[in-house]
């Protein structure tokens, strides 16, 4: 499976989250930092969801850039 995550930057570092597994997230002080944290938070999330029964949420959650022209 292939879930989106959405980076952000904030003042000290870094935050991700994956908006198809609800409070899946990561912060680090690097982007390299939490897109490692973020891999480990998935593998995590979706193994505790398989062991405690639940269903793991396919992946719907789709992205695009939209570039808007000068107003």
Known sequence: MCYL???E???DGFGAYVPD???CVA???TR???EQLI???IALHVADMRASGQTVPV???QSELV???EV
């Open 5 to 7: 995550v959405i980076y």
């Open 67 to 69: 570039e808007l022209q």
């Open 59 to 61: 992946p719907t959650t």
């Open 32 to 34: 390299a930092e939490v």
């Open 39 to 41: 891999r480990e938070a």
């Open 9 to 11: 930057p904030s003042d």
């Open 21 to 23: 597994l609800p409070g």
């Open 27 to 29: 912060v680090g002080d």
